[in-house]
């Protein structure tokens, strides 16, 4: 039978001492597109619509960091040591060259997986995020709820998604959608919380220079920029100071979307994901 986001195995693989969880199917062809998630994410909290979709394709990897729910091993609280473990984990698995698909904190991971490792990317997928020393400006309200330790589905709405109903019954869909899966991973601990927001805290400190995003003029793979019109965690002028800095990016804002904007119109950002793997 052939596997599914519900259905594909969990497995391990050992990288220096530790043991990273990892789920991986779809059609073998072509180059592997590795997921990697956002603030505490891990394997579970994908859209199977959105995995299974691109799987027709390719084959899809979700992945969990170091320390990040069933992966063993202590949280990484910096962003170059997080994208070096992406990088040893796609030579761990032989893979001579990965597209990545990084949302939130795990776009900044794949913009320097491209940027320290740039023989390992052919294209990037930089879903709701920012970018070294980026705009930090956030609603203040998602300090008090992005830290919960087991989010409900309201705490999704408000972070994720957009405001009117019509945004508020496509965040239930995908939240009912996204616990579909029978055997999900434990979420992670609060030590993987504690990490990422240093993580995060370090990566906004800006470069010097006039311009200080400059740096990103180095990544040189065809990039694909998404986000919602209002995301309220990582601010969406981000997004386009992204586009104006990476040489051969391309950017897509949805309207009366936030954060989540892929799970908002999974419909739509297949087919643009799509179109974008394929051309």
Do not use: C
Request: glycine share 10%; no cysteine.
């Amino acid at each position: 039978m052939t596997a599914t986001h519900l259905t594909a195995p969990t497995r391990f693989i050992e990288v220096d001492g530790d043991r990273f969880a990892y789920r991986r199917w779809g059609k073998p062809s072509g180059v592997p597109l590795f997921f990697v998630p956002h603030f505490r994410g891990g394997m579970d909290h994908w859209d199977p619509l959105l995995t299974d979709g691109l799987a027709e394709g390719r084959e899809v990897i979700l992945l969990n960091g170091r320390g990040i729910a069933s992966s063993s091993g202590t949280p990484r609280n910096r962003i170059e040591d997080l994208a070096d473990d992406i990088a040893a984990v796609i030579r761990a698995l032989g893979l001579p060259q990965v597209d990545l698909l990084g949302f939130s904190i795990g776009g900044l991971q794949v913009q320097e997986v491209a940027l320290r490792h740039p023989g390992l990317v052919r294209k990037l997928l930089l879903l709701g995020t920012g970018l070294r020393g980026g705009d930090p400006r956030t609603d203040p309200k998602v300090l008090e709820v992005a830290p919960t330790p087991v989010p409900t589905a309201e705490d999704f709405l408000f972070l994720f998604f957009g405001r009117s109903d019509a945004a508020k019954q496509a965040g239930l869909a995908f939240w009912e959608r996204r616990h579909q899966r029978v055997d999900q991973d434990p979420p992670s601990s609060a030590a993987v919380a504690q990490a990422q927001a240093e993580a995060y805290a370090a990566y906004l400190v800006p470069l010097p220079g006039q311009n200080p995003y400059a740096y990103l003029g180095a990544i040189t793979q065809p990039t694909l920029v998404v986000n919602g019109v209002n995301d309220i965690m990582i601010a969406s002028i981000n997004s386009w100071h992204l586009a104006q800095n990476i040489p051969n990016a391309q950017l897509l804002i949805y309207p009366d979307a936030g954060h989540g904007a892929q799970f908002q119109y999974p419909d739509r950002f297949l087919k643009h994901a799509i179109q974008f793997l394929e051309e």
